[in-house]
Structure formats: structure tokens, C-alpha cells
Nanobody, 121 residues
Framework: QVQLVESVGGLVQAGGSLRLSCAASVRSFNRYTMGWFRQAPGKEREFVAAISWTGISTRYTDSVQARFTISRDDARKMVYLQMNTLKPEDTAVYYC??????????????WGQGTQVTVSS
């Protein structure tokens, strides 16, 4: 089985920065496209960012474009989300997710348990 564990989130003031990390307990980390999702209270889970299994391409939702950066370290089997210029609306539980490029399923296959990020105004 694949296990994804997010780092502890935190409380940050608006305009501040925070970096999330996700450790993947997998055999072959570079077979997975990695992504970050978030879910705010009372709202549906939404896509935040993704990085391809090759590490070549990235994709972001419009609301975090130019503020967040996703990256991966295949040697450490880690994926990161650098969040800058945080806004109160970024407050949510953030989830790390993995999409098996070998299985090639239409949805992400594995999920972390989530970590709370709170941005105060």
C-alpha cells in the first residue's frame, strides 16, 4: 500500500508564508503524479496544484497561481507546497495525493490524512 503523510500545517498571518511537505512511503516514487488539494469548512474539496511524474510540468488552480509553488524531490520521495502571500481564504485542510501513472486511472489513487492550515486576517 501507498502511504502519504503531510507535515504539520500551522497558523500564519495574512501575507505570510508556509511550506507543506508530504512524505510518500512508496516503492517507486517517480511513477506518481503528485498533487495538493484542500477543503475549507462547509465547502467541497478542491484542486490546488499538481506536478507530473516527470517533474516537468506543473498546474495550479487560478486562486493560488503566482503565490503557491509545488515541487518534488524524488530522491527523498517528498512533495512540497510552498505557499506565499497567504490569504484568509486559503484556510483549509490540505491533502497530499498521488496518481499512479502506471495504473493510469482517471482519478488520484492515494490520499494523505490532511493537515490544517489557518490564515488569520
Amino acid at each position: 500500500q501507498v502511504q502519504l503523510v503531510e507535515s504539520v500545517g500551522g497558523l500564519v498571518q495574512a501575507g505570510g508564508s508556509l511550506r507543506l511537505s508530504c512524505a510518500a512511503s512508496v516503492r517507486s516514487f517517480n511513477r506518481y503524479t503528485m498533487g495538493w488539494f484542500r477543503q475549507a469548512p462547509g465547502k467541497e474539496r478542491e484542486f490546488v496544484a499538481a506536478i507530473s511524474w516527470t517533474g516537468i510540468s506543473t498546474r495550479y488552480t487560478d486562486s493560488v497561481q503566482a503565490r503557491f509553488t509545488i515541487s518534488r524531490d524524488d530522491a527523498r520521495k517528498m512533495v512540497y507546497l510552498q505557499m506565499n502571500t497567504l490569504k484568509p481564504e486559503d484556510t483549509a485542510v490540505y491533502y497530499c495525493a498521488a496518481d499512479d501513472a502506471v495504473l493510469d486511472t482517471p482519478e488520484y489513487d492515494y490520499w494523505g490524512q490532511g493537515t490544517q492550515v489557518t490564515v488569520s486576517s
